[in-house]
């Protein structure tokens, strides 16, 4: 009769529901003598997707959406049967503050790189010396081949400061809540150093490897997908499908001993689960406090975490009338405000607003002032409703307004981050066998890049109990 083997999963957010999911499914479907249980420090579950209804608003405290495009999320909500609670977003103009004004994002743009010339010609968002020097993309040389570089660095080289720091830096370090000129390229973004080095200028290498569009006469679907009834759904799915007697809510672990074979993992309760595998779908910043005899994870330690804050806001929607057309802005880091980004979530999410009603969703926390996270409620609404009365003249007091922080909570990909977690797993087969990790500490932010992490855990955790 073969052996019954434990696997214990550390942290309840999507990455840990996602391994604990597949794992119950691999089990039952090979029919393993394989017991899971996931262990999770707050009475919540979700982490970083964590949906608020109220009064018929759909509050997304966290990530609002996923890309359509990303496989894993897809794969998942199909397995779960949750494909008709999906809605694609409404797309429409997005803006840019540069200087304190709002600029529409010129057409024909790749993550804020022009794709085609005429667009951004004739926008006020960049200066005539900024325009030429931006266009000097075409014929700058290829850059020479580094280990990694900041995403800064690498676009400050091809297009110079105004486009960089005008357009792109709004755009792309807002995924990461990071500062470009920190964030590694070869972690975030290496596709675009590859269409450097294969095709020199990195317009003319968009121009040839994009996709062209078709023309249509209608209104092009989104991107993006969200749930109708809020990001929660898919939380709650996998918590039905797991079952609460594998979910244990409100243990947080201690510390994890190494033993002769497997794992103890010591609770704050003072309970013991045995393990003989280990999924860590923590943050990085928990491993060496959990694994304190180990210095395998001391190299995490310089990944940088960042604190943002979001507030969410509901108004009549009479009130919000002159707002411009479109879905939101981001801002740049030589506008006078604290805000970071504006969704206009009534109009690309029209579904989580009542009738007659409208929601703005604003952003705090620049990388280098995250000290605004630590104020009150109050005054960071107080804040926000300032910035958005000099942007937009709302001099309108919202219906109500919830705060949601995320303190330490957003892990930078800085330069040199994927050769350091190349280095943790290297040691880890030998001085920790048994124990995998995944997360958005390692390698992907986004709700699919956590999915895909805790998928790719349940393979690892397989192989490894084949193997014994």
Known sequence: MATKKNIVIVGGGITGLTAAYYLQTRIAEANLPYEVKLVEATDRLGGKVWTLRRDGFIIERGADSFLARKKPAVKLIKALGLMDELVRNDTGQAYVLVKNKLHKIPSGSFMGIPTTARPFLFTGMFSPVGKLRAGLDYVLPRGKAKADQSLGHFFRRRFGDELVENLIEPLLSGIYSGDLDEMS???TFPNFLELEQKHRSLMIGLQKTMPKSKRSTGKKPGQFFAFKNGFSTLVEALEQEIGQTTIMRNHAVDHIEKKDHGYHVLLDSGDVLKADAVVMATPHTVLSKVFSKFPIFDTLQQVPV???ANV???????????LPDGTGFVVSRNSKVQITACTWTHRKWPQAVPTGKAMLRCYVGRPDNPEVVNLSDEEIIALVRKDLQKIMKIKQAPEF??????????PQYTVGHVERLQSVREQMPAGLPGVFLAGSSYEGVGVPDCIDQGEQAVEQVLAFLNEE
């Open 185 to 187: 390229m070869k972690a």
């Open 312 to 322: 969410a806001m509901g108004f009549d929607s009479k009130s919000l009338k002159k």
């Open 306 to 308: 960042g604190s943002v």
């Open 401 to 410: 307004a919830v705060v949601t922080r995320w303190r330490n909570k957003m």
